[in-house]
């Protein structure tokens, strides 16, 4: 799967956090190899993995599972143990109804309440009792309830809608790769609807998963699955298959046309471009945000070059690759760097 990076709200958030706790932000920066300077430029991004590595130093310096965001601690390794309650249930249903009697023994947990109309099922969290502000904890919290159910029953969930209790935010693009969903903001309260056909499913998981799945954490959360809810995502699909071609040839004329990505949707021109401009974005803008995700990754490997890198992307020349990176992120490609081969 292509690189995905994700906004710096997330560092911010957890900066903010590390912050009241009294930890050296420097330090905690770079040992993530984010540069301090990135977190006042609203376009910067970052990897997955760096923002994975951020939350599990504050899983480890405030010992609690919500990073002293919740109404009360949530002692590490409570979910853990949690699990091993929930992953002998017979299905899906039955675990969730174990979960609401486990909730009464973690007061820290937003409460959560699900409720089946039909063919739909919403769970729902009450996010009021978190700290002020605290929306990127909520996309975590949603995002973690629909992964670990997918993870018990072992197949993927596609969710019918989901849910956020604030304004629509500017990336709302970051929101569709987490949750490949329809989305609403300024909602009564934060939920995730997915089909009730699901509470039915068996639970697949040992122990021996759980205890992966947890060590693995929070990977899994951050990292989105191919769930193809929205056309921006099947688009994106094609083109990533673009970029390998752009990194065998070295040229940019390897991408596919507007033409050819309509064909392979089975849709027009016209329609792909109507239906993507619903969606907030467009052919261009998903090419330019492959592009940019592969160059934020590699640089933060450190494993080649500016010269190589732009190369790759099938930029004419370095010049142009760097005028191309600070339009997207707000900065040079150097503030990227942890190292590399030579300097660029």
């Known amino acids: 799967m292509a690189a995905r990076t994700v906004p710096i709200d997330f560092v911010r958030s957890a900066v ?25 430029q609203d376009r910067a991004r970052v990897t997955v993995d760096q923002v994975a590595a951020t939350m599990r130093q504050l899983w480890r310096i405030t010992d609690d599972e919500l ?5 009360a601690p949530v002692p590490r390794g409570s979910v853990r143990l949690v699990g091993f309650g929930l992953i002998a249930c017979r299905d899906l249903g039955a675990a969730i109804r174990r979960f609401g009697e486990y909730q009464r ?32 904890l909520t996309v975590f919290l949603l995002a973690a309830i629909h992964r670990m159910i997918s ?32 989305l609403v903001f300024d909602a009564a309260t934060a939920a995730i609807t ?19 799945w947890a060590r693995n954490a929070p990977v899994d959360v951050l990292s989105r699955r191919d769930y193809g809810a929205s056309l921006a995502e099947q688009v994106r699909k094609i083109l990533t298959r673009g970029l390998r ?20 949707l089975s849709m027009s021109q016209q329609t792909v471009r109507r239906k993507l ?16 995700d592969a160059a934020v990754a590699s640089l933060v490997r450190g494993d080649e070059t500016v010269e190589a890198l732009s190369a790759r992307l099938g930029f004419s020349e370095p010049s142009a690759f760097r005028r191309a990176f600070r339009r997207w992120t707000g900065s040079p490609p150097g503030s990227y760097r942890r190292s590399a081969p030579t300097a660029g």
């Open 16 to 40: 903010a956090t590390a912050q009241r706790q009294g930890v050296d932000i420097t330090e905690l920066l770079a040992g993530v190899g984010v540069a301090p300077e990135l977190l006042a």
């Open 67 to 71: 990073f002293g965001l919740g109404p």
């Open 105 to 136: 023994l973690l007061p820290g947990l937003p409460p959560m309440t699900v409720t089946t109309d039909g063919e739909r099922t919403r769970c729902t969290l009450d996010t009021s009792v978190l700290a002020a502000g605290e929306e990127l």
């Open 151 to 182: 993870w018990g029953i072992g197949r993927r969930v596609a969710l019918r809608q989901v849910e956020f209790p604030y304004p629509r935010p500017r990336n709302i693009a970051d929101y569709d790769l987490v949750f490949g969903a329809p």
């Open 194 to 212: 997915f089909d009730s056909e699901l509470l039915h499913a068996p639970l697949t998981r040992t122990e021996e998963d759980l205890i992966d």
């Open 245 to 264: 071609g752009v990194r065998e040839t070295a040229t940019a004329d390897r991408w596919p046309t507007a033409d050819e990505v309509a064909k392979r």
């Open 277 to 292: 401009g619903e969606e907030g974005t467009s052919i261009t803008q998903i090419r330019e945000d492959i592009l940019r």
